[in-house]
């Protein structure tokens, strides 16, 4: 039994190292250096220990707007991206024709370089010197006034954002809830058309507790993405996300690390370590809720 114990143990070595070195270390690091009031990279050295990093970052005007744009990300994208996914997955699954075509179409965002579909997005929403962009002229159609979606109102670059993020992540969650749906086995249908079940019961009471796995799944993988998102900003409103008034919690490390407002790693390790607080309690809570709504 120690043999087979220590020969398990030498299989998982590698995988433990890998994430002693990678994950381990640099969160503890990180933790150490939140807490180092006036570091210097250059020197290596700090004047105190104490909670001034957090404070600092806690009461930074640019911090305060991007938790603002995170969360109303997080709370904006993850229900609708999920509850469409599953609505799509659902019409697909009752496809039987091109339903491999549909799967294909729905699945080349996700295959398609981010930075890429921001510049489409652009095209889209943005006005310029020639244009007002595809969606203003579809609004002047119907009788409506253009609105700068990239560079206007605070509302229309979080809409545009909004959507954009739901775009990217849809069809990773369709491919998902679409294998999810094909597993049900359809004994389950069967026994329930006979005995007179309407659709709707046979959907909530037999599909969605059997998917339910895949849901909070794709549920919790939403809101740590949502949470870490930055590259779509980006995609969109450029790199000076401050300025655009859309910067997020991860774009604001980086800007303290290595942006205009760069070189000072104790904020950055003080706004990184608050992330990852948000987000561990937002998964525990997800959990908890689990346990009463996830059928395993």
Known sequence: MEKNNA???LYLLPAILFLGVFMIYPLID?????????YNSASQTFFGVGLYNYSYVLHDPYFLQALKNTFLLVIITVPLSTGLALLISTGLSS??????????VYFLP????????GLVFMI???????TDGL???MINWFGGKSVDFIDGPYWAKMFVLCFYTIWIVMPFKVLILTSALASVDQNYYNAARIDGTSKFRIFTRITLPLISPMIFYLVITGFIGAFKAYSDAVALFGTDLNAAEMNTIVG?????????SGGYPSFASAAAIILFAIV???????????KKHVHY
Not at 30 to 38: A, K
Not at 124 to 130: C, N, Q, R, V
């Open 135 to 137: 969606v203003n002229l």
């Open 124 to 130: 889209l929403f943005k006005k310029t010197a020639y």
């Open 252 to 260: 604001y490390i980086y800007d303290m690390l290595y942006g205009n």
């Open 95 to 104: 496809i039987k024709k091109l339903r491999n075509l549909f799967q294909t």
């Open 30 to 38: 990180v933790f150490v250096y939140s807490f180092e009031e006036g």
């Open 110 to 117: 996700y295959v398609t370089n981010t930075l890429a579909v």
């Open 7 to 9: 020969k398990g143990w």
């Open 280 to 290: 561990l309690t937002i998964t525990c809570i997800n959990l908890i809720i689990s």
